[in-house]
């Protein structure tokens, strides 16, 4: 079947299975950012934006997505760029394998919560899980950037 | 890991139940329990076409159509006014955000999962369903239904009569599914005790005065799973009943 989804902002038109997952489609793409890490809907690391909202893209059908805007870590590198930084330099990560649905979600929470707390921070990512670290690191990360965002300083 | 021959994003109601007729077809909601199957499926119905994902409000009923996500429910401002936030606490432990932004209202209360808040919640708030074929059902009434059906969800009515309700839940690691969930609901009918994840899908017991913990723990039955034993879940029902007996 065919379908028409914009895909970090470039309209693609392609021929499909009907039972392609949207994961399989974005990484067909070349968008690699968008990893595969549980198969059971549970670990966050397959995120991607569909119109502006996260949702698990290894669980969404290719086909229901048609008509619809995605985005992914590639196409948000600028957006990403404000605040990675801040979690790179609390050490936060080990591996890296959780960080592109992490920033994904991120992203997300930040558009729809500019100045959260620690407990809406934890609320909105608690999906997204990371077998290397305790989250503690990614906490202080994200308090790091609000702060320099609120004009305080940068440690 | 499932897989479909066919995707039809159905233009009506009548296309969707015309579709599911046939055994090998299937509704797909979410599709975040689905896709655990293992099952290979002619084709997949898409009732994403049909503007079923709204809330929508009249002087008798919430109308919650099918299509509604989890985090719509959670963020829906008059329907928690309403619950006094009942909707919300039901399902904010539901695995993360960007699942609630996909599972469904309606995939939740049509698959009438053991482990469902959400059916739970639904129950004492005296809901009806809304179906292609069998027409508006209790939803009391629907949990007991053949799972074998071929009717469409439409929509959820939750009547705006209740008085006040209260929704716990007790999980044995945050995000995990619960060990077990209690609403309760004060009506015009008296008090509604809906008792999920005992591991059985959720049932109620309505009564004309406020019945003692033990009371409603002994009008239920309870089972083991791998999460928590039947003694266990009495335990924890007892608990969860009296505080939300309280906080009523």
Not at chain 1, 44 to 64: E, K, N, Q, W, Y
Not at chain 2, 78 to 88: E, G, I, L, R, S
Not at chain 2, 217 to 237: D, H, I, P
Request: proline share 2%; glycine share 8%; charged share 25%.
């Amino acid at each position: 079947m065919e379908i028409k989804i914009t895909l970090n902002g470039k309209l693609l038109t392609r021929e499909i299975e009907a039972d392609m997952l949207l994961i399989d489609f974005v990484r067909s793409e070349g968008c690699y950012s968008v990893k595969r890490g549980c198969e059971t809907s549970n670990c966050g690391l397959c995120t991607v934006l569909m119109d502006g909202t996260p949702v698990l893209s290894c669980s969404v059908l290719a086909a229901r997505a048609n008509g619809h805007k995605i985005d992914t870590l590639e196409g948000l590198t600028a957006e990403a760029e404000e605040f990675v930084g801040f979690i790179a330099d609390q050490g936060a990560e080990q591996c890296g394998f959780c960080n592109p649905g992490f920033v994904m979600n991120t992203i997300a929470l930040l558009r729809e919560n500019p100045d959260p707390t620690d407990e809406e921070i934890k609320k909105f990512l608690v999906g997204n899980l990371c077998r290397c670290s305790g989250y503690e690191g990614q906490l202080r990360g994200i308090r790091a950037f609000l702060e320099y965002r609120r004009g305080g300083n940068h440690e | 890991m499932i897989t479909f021959k066919n995707y039809v994003r159905a233009e009506s109601l009548e296309e969707a139940y015309e579709l599911n007729q046939k055994k090998n077809n299937v509704i797909v909601g979410g599709m975040m329990w689905l896709k655990m199957m293992d099952k290979n499926f002619g084709t997949a119905i898409d009732l994403s076409g049909l503007g079923l994902d709204t809330i929508e409000e009249d002087d008798e009923y919430f109308r919650i159509g099918a299509m509604v996500t989890l985090r719509q429910l959670e963020l829906h401002e008059a329907f928690n006014a309403y619950t006094k936030c009942a909707a919300k606490h039901s399902v904010e432990h539901i695995v993360g955000v960007q699942f609630r932004n996909t599972a469904t209202v309606g995939g939740s209360i049509y698959g009438r999962f053991g482990f469902s808040d959400v059916l739970t919640l639904f129950l004492a708030l005296r809901a009806k369903v809304e179906l292609v074929g069998a027409g508006i059902v209790d939803l009391a009434e629907f949990t007991e239904m053949s799972r074998k059906d071929r009717d469409v969800l439409v929509r959820i009515l939750v009547p705006k009569d209740t008085e006040s309700v209260v929704y716990l839940s007790q999980r044995n690691i945050s995000t995990d599914f619960p060990v077990l969930a209690v609403a309760v609901a004060k009506t015009p009918e008296g008090c509604c005790y809906s008792v999920g994840a005992r591991p059985h899908y959720a049932k109620i017991v309505t009564s004309k005065e406020p019945m003692s913990a033990e009371e409603v723990v002994n009008a239920f039955s309870f089972g083991s799973n791998t999460r928590a034993s039947r003694e266990y879940r009495k335990k924890v029902c007892e608990v969860l009943v009296k505080r939300a007996g309280e906080m009523l």
